[in-house]
């Protein structure tokens, strides 16, 4: 299908919408965790885009951080080492987890990014947590206007909110494709859609996936039906691993990864009030991340998608060293169990090295569970 | 010289007298349905003291079980359940013992908590572990969301919104001890916990001081040890009891200059905790001349507390702990001690399970050494579970690393 080339081009040139942008005179900000408020950033003027790593070693930033520490983590800050970001005029990191916080410390002691910041981020939702976590988002914006010699008014606010809301309605639409049998879209090509928003202009995105979605109905190169499975863990930044389930049988229609659903399930609840405020409150309201003290709403989350999407099977693939994906993951896997739902549970380098042991693990998983039906 | 009994009469009988005794009253009040909770190291524990709850440290309990040398055999228990190897092996020890309740435990075993409380600040895992035990035994747990100190680099310098969170918590602390324990809050109470603590911290520190006297009266095994009363009971008599006695023979010590080893070449500074299941790793570098003469861990759980301003002295003692800041904070700890201690190498080993304990070593090693010429030695080893290193070769190691300080 057409409309999908555009989507795929920006994604294997990960750097090039920031480059151009760049080269027109606009400021770029990266950011790597998913609690990042992106709106304000977008608010400043500036392009946002997640900071992501690359599959294969990670040799540069293993001379700094220990092979015990998060995967990704490593991988994006092997990045910076090898200057894959050195267009960007700022960093912000959060504190959402103890690989975040820390690895923070090495992007300060020896990236060459300049201007770098740590959102600190609470663990939970209560009113409290509400209140403090608005003064934080408040002292990012102020530190972005100052750095970025930007002013982030009231009204720049509610359409950077306006443009996010449609990113994220579009994105659902085009989630939901994959619940029709047979899916209209595959794991891979939604993937592919998904992962480039988060390095473009939303803008861009946004109309890019309307003309996707005026023509897929009609689309003649239907993807093959596969199994339907669900796959869960952290964060997924590239299609390798879903590309490989989809090459021995399998077909993903449903994610609990926080750049798939759940970053876009929750939108801005724009009152009439302070729009920052109500930024503020979507980040600790949405579907949460296990590092948040909520867990079982996350869970019920995974749950209600394995229904909805009418799954077959659940591959758990958790990013070595992620603490709180590992903490929670023998209770999902309980109640994925419970539902009557194979689970497949890996735990893996974040480079996918051992590819082929992968593989056979998945391949027999997928021949396992499509056997049984 | 080799006459001398280089062994503190202070802390002979530690185990038994105090840590043995502090399972056995906590068995005890469960018995008598006193309140017992399990609370994670970070939180503020002053204020289950001035409500009297029995606090339980699973922490402490890890570290007891890797003494008696089957942390491992209960970690292998948590893994067979799906925890995996790469978590934090405190975690999966006392997991472990939950899992493996029928069999002969240490100590009896961890009572079952009434409830549990944890903050965020040292680490994710105490949440999510101990949210692991809240739900295995159907008990409340409180979470202090502790904001990650950036950059404020003392008790003083702390940003102004972290404090007004962390007191808005405080206060929603005490209203969930009044509904767990049904006991009433009582200001006068928590007013003379804090001046215990306060006084307990102020010896400690009196006692790491006389640590900086060549030759080192004291060594990291009786640090370790001692730390025990500023970590879980800073606010009792007995902490101010048992380290006054400290002081005054540590003081002796000084006077008579008798120090920990017998001919004291090499002054170490140790980051992190110790090998739990081998503290004799000490007594090994003493034999070498290496004395460790300050631990990271001693220098980071003191604070002072007004009992006129209880709330927000409790936020500026625990803050701004090392284990809840960037790393800068850890970075000047340990420049201090160095130049304070009259230090010639530091050792910084990393927790296999922990990251908050293992990335940022490297910055921590380039920058004492850029600042003082100092050597450090990273060393990947794990405090409770053996398979992460052995032993051969972790002396290996640090045989090693003292010869380059000798060049």
């Keep these: 299908m057409e409309a999908l080339q555009p989507f795929r081009r920006i994604l294997s040139n990960r750097h090039e919408a920031a480059r151009q942008w760049k080269s027109r005179g606009g400021g770029v900000v990266g950011w790597t965790c998913t609690y990042t408020p992106e709106e304000v950033i977008y608010a400043s003027g500036a392009l946002p885009v997640m900071v992501c790593g690359s599959l294969g070693e990670t040799n540069l930033a293993d001379a700094y951080m220990p092979s015990n520490s998060c995967s990704f983590a490593r991988s994006c ?68 206007e100052q750095v970025l010699k930007s002013q982030i008014s009231e009204d720049s606010l509610k359409e950077a909110v306006a443009v996010y809301n449609e990113n994220r309605n579009l994105l659902r639409q085009i989630y939901d494709l994959k619940m029709k049998k047979p899916p209209l879209l595959s794991g891979t090509e939604y993937l592919e859609i998904a992962l480039s928003g988060l390095v473009m202009p939303k ?34 930044d590239n299609t390798e691993l879903v590309r ?11 994610d609990d990864w926080c750049t798939g659903s759940r970053y876009f399930w929750n939108d801005v609840e724009m009152g009439n009030g ?100 | 010289m080799s006459t001398v009994d280089r062994r503190l009469k202070a802390t002979s009988g530690f185990y038994r007298n105090y840590v043995k005794r502090s399972y056995e009253e906590a068995h005890l009040a469960k018995a008598k349905k006193r309140p017992v909770a399990w609370i994670s190291s970070t939180f503020p524990v002053e204020t289950l003291q001035a409500m009297d709850v029995v606090p339980v440290w699973p922490e402490n309990y890890a570290s007891v079980c890797a003494a008696r040398q089957v942390s ?158 500023m970590l879980c009971v800073p606010g009792s008599q007995a902490a101010v009891d048992i380290y006054t006695q400290l002081r005054d023979e540590l003081r002796e010590r000084v006077k008579d200059g008798v120090g920990v080893a017998e001919n ?58 090392m284990a809840n800041s960037t790393i800068e904070r850890r970075v000047d700890i340990i420049l201090d001690l160095v130049k304070e201690f009259h230090v010639n190498g530091v050792i910084l080993p990393t927790n296999w399970g922990c990251r908050m304990m293992s990335i940022g070593e490297t910055i921590v090693r380039d920058t004492i050494y850029k600042k003082l010429g100092v050597q450090s030695l990273i060393i990947d080893v794990d405090s409770s579970d053996w398979r992460i290193a052995g032993e051969a070769q972790v002396k290996e190691r640090f045989a090693t690393f003292l010869e380059t300080l000798n060049r």
């Design chain 1, 244 to 254: 490989l389930i989809e090459s021995v049988g399998g077909t993903v229609v449903a």
């Design chain 2, 264 to 321: 004291e070449r090499y002054r170490l500074v140790w980051d992190n905790l110790p090998l739990w299941y081998n503290l004799k790793i000490f007594e090994y570098l003493n034999n070498l001349g290496a004395v460790v003469v300050a631990e990271v861990f001693s220098h980071t759980w003191t604070g002072s507390l007004d009992p006129e301003k209880p709330y927000e002295s409790l936020a500026r003692k625990y803050l701004p702990n």
């Design chain 1, 77 to 144: 800050f092997n990045a910076a080492l090898r200057g894959e970001f050195d267009y960007l005029d700022a960093f912000v990191e959060s504190t959402s987890c103890d690989n975040r916080e820390k690895t923070f410390d090495m992007w300060v002691n020896y990236s060459k990014v300049p201007n770098l910041y740590l959102i600190n981020m609470p663990h939970t939702n209560t009113e409290s947590a509400h209140q403090f976590y608005y003064q934080q988002v408040v002292k990012f914006k102020e530190w972005l």
């Design chain 2, 72 to 229: 491992v055999e209960l970690c292998e228990l948590a893994e067979r359940e799906g925890f995996s190897r790469d978590l934090c092996s405190y975690s999966r020890c006392v997991l472990g013992s939950v899992f493996g309740y029928e069999k002969e435990l240490p100590e009896g075993g961890l009572p079952k908590p009434d409830f549990l409380v944890a903050t965020t600040s040292a680490c994710d895992t105490h949440m999510k572990w101990f949210q692991v035990a809240s739900r295995i035994y159907k008990a409340p747990f409180f979470v202090l969301d502790t904001p990650y100190n950036i950059g404020g680099r003392d008790s003083e310098h702390i940003d102004k919104t972290h404090i007004e969170y962390y007191e808005s918590q405080l206060h929603e602390l005490f209203a969930f001890l009044e509904r767990q324990t049904g006991t009433r809050f009582d200001k006068y109470k928590l007013g003379e916990t804090l001046a215990l603590s306060d006084w307990t911290s102020k010896l400690w520190t009196e006692i790491q001081n006389l640590r900086k006297n060549i030759p080192c009266p004291m060594d990291a095994r009786d640090a370790f040890s001692a730390v025990f009363f």
């Design chain 1, 203 to 236: 803008t861009e995105h946004n109309q890019l996936m309307k003309a996707l979605l005026s023509e897929v109905e009609s689309r003649a190169d239907m993807p093959r039906e596969g199994l339907r499975l669900m796959v869960s863990g952290s964060v997924m």
């Design chain 1, 274 to 373: 302070d729009p920052l405020k109500a930024i503020a409150r979507r980040y600790l309201d949405k579907v949460p991340s296990s590092f948040m003290y909520m867990r079982e709403q996350r869970f019920k989350h995974v749950a209600e998608l394995a229904k909805r999407f009418d799954v077959d099977g659940v591959i758990m693939f958790l990013i070595k060293y992620c603490d709180t994906h590992m903490f929670d993951a023998p209770y999902l896997r309980d109640e994925l169990k419970a539902m009557g739902l194979p689970v497949l549970y890996l735990e893996w380098e974040h480079s996918m090295s051992g590819f082929a042991s992968l593989k056979t693990r998945i391949e027999a998983f997928v021949e396992m569970v499509g056997g049984v039906q």
